[in-house]
């Protein structure tokens, strides 16, 4: 097979598997290995965590192009285009360069089934094999792998980063990776290898010690959010203490204050070197797409974020509710969900706003049979997010926020229709 346009490729991959029956990395493993193990000719900055590793990622990633690096980023999921997936100094990749590595993994992927004739990638294996041949094609100096879900058995576990990152441990994938906390996190510190230094964040004091063992069995240097590097709150934004520097930044999200000084943690781990003033630039130029993403649009103004779990959730709506307060109008809330996760628990956090429910055509998509009695009693629901998007934004004053939440695949939705607009 050769494929001609992405779309072709792109049907292909969400025509594979989601899952092996079996949860390890033989499959990847080996079809890097017919690659030539790309993965081992670029240093990689590894990052994991419940939430906040794709923003940590992009700002890591700006970090090292403003220390004038080549730089690979490979995040999930897209929200605009399927490219986003896979970037070079912080464009997406070309059409003609994500055909060309594609044809070159499933040449592999054929050659291999000449010797195996069931042997096949499911598709994040196939979108991890893409991206490591394009950073090593490309020459990058560094490329910032964000896992997919978990980290011991992630895709993406198939190198030996410089650094490793954990950004928070929270409830989420539980079906996949828990169905404990202590689960999920013995499954995130599969990221901490021996010797490499490893970056922490949030971790519950619950759950520190299964990390601690792990870093303490790999002989990796440590180093944690509030002991070794801090995030102030000051009336102007954020102080970030880090390795005996202070950076200041304006008056973000808490969150992704956070995950910034993780960002900057990690970058004093490598043999480079950025002015204050320089990092500072390079993170407060950072866009990360979908997350806290503020949009004027159409006379309506727009907060949106992925969250899809209480953790991120609980850190999202305190914010979304000030904004909404300076504006001096209402919190209008437009969310959407996937069936697989905690819907009661989520939206038990919107209870008290004014929420219109959609869905997506999507098959993971919640529909309205799935939300709990409560939930379909106490919020309208319309299934044509189309329309559910008209209603909010008819109903929205000037003073008002409309949120945008529950899901990336809805913030992307969001986003491709307001652009149409």
């Known amino acids: 097979m050769k494929f001609r346009t992405v779309n072709e490729l792109t049907a292909y991959l969400y025509h594979l598997p989601r899952l092996h029956e079996k949860s390890d990395l033989t499959y990847v493993k080996r079809v890097l290995k017919a690659l ?9 900055c590894h ?34 285009r399927f490219n986003e997936r896979i970037q070079l100094n912080g464009q997406a990749i070309a059409d003609e360069d994500l055909l060309e590595v594609a044809n070159e993994v499933e040449a592999a992927v054929g050659h291999l089934r000449e010797e195996e004739a069931d042997f096949a990638l499911v598709t994040f294996e196939y979108e991890v094999a893409m991206a490591f041949l394009f950073f090593a094609k490309q020459k990058c100096d560094y490329a910032v792998i964000e896992v997919g879900i978990g ?15 954990i950004t928070t441990i929270g409830l989420d994938h539980e079906q996949i990776i828990g169905p404990t906390l202590a689960d999920i996190a013995k499954e995130k510190s599969g990221i901490i290898k021996p010797a490499v230094p490893v970056i ?19 002989a990796s240097p440590s180093y944690w959010l509030g002991r070794d590097f801090q995030v102030k709150e000051e009336k102007a934004g954020y102080e ?89 109008g209402r919190l209008l809330v ?17 209870k008290n706003e004014k929420v219109t429910l959609t869905s997506l055509a999507y098959p993971r ?7 709990p009695a409560w939930v379909q009693e106490k919020f309208a629901y319309e299934g044509d997010l189309g329309q559910a998007l008209n209603q909010v934004m008819t109903e929205a004053g000037d003073r008002d926020l409309i949120l945008v939440t529950g899901s990336f695949y809805l913030v992307s939705a969001v986003l491709q229709f307001l652009q149409s607009a």
């Open 200 to 218: 922490l964040g949030d971790i519950p004091a619950s759950v520190k010690g299964i990390v601690e063992e792990k870093i303490t069995k790999s």
């Open 47 to 80: 990052i994991t965590g419940t939430n906040g590793k794709g923003s940590t990622a992009y700002y890591l990633n700006n970090l090292l192009q403003k220390a004038g690096q080549q730089t690979g980023l490979f995040v999930s999921p897209f929200i605009i």
């Open 240 to 328: 970030l203490a880090v390795a005996g520097q202070n950076y200041q930044l304006p008056a973000w999200p808490r969150p992704e204050a956070k995950d910034a000084a993780m960002a900057l943690a990690a970058f004093t781990f490598l043999p480079l070197t950025l002015s204050e003033k320089a990092a500072e630039a390079a993170l407060t130029q950072t866009t990360v797409p979908g997350r806290y993403q503020r949009l004027e649009k159409a006379g309506c103004s727009f907060l949106l974020d992925g969250a899809h779990n209480v953790q991120a959730g609980s850190e999202l709506l305190p914010y979304a509710r000030r904004l909404a307060k300076d504006k001096g």
């Open 151 to 165: 980290a011991e058995h992630d895709k993406t576990n198939v190198m030996t980063p410089v650094v490793s990152l």
């Open 334 to 350: 437009l969310a959407g969900m996937m069936k697989d996760k905690d819907l009661s628990d989520f939206l038990t956090l919107l």
């Open 365 to 371: 998509a919640a529909k309205k049979a799935d939300f």
């Open 36 to 44: 030539g193990d790309p993965q081992d000719k670029v240093k990689c």
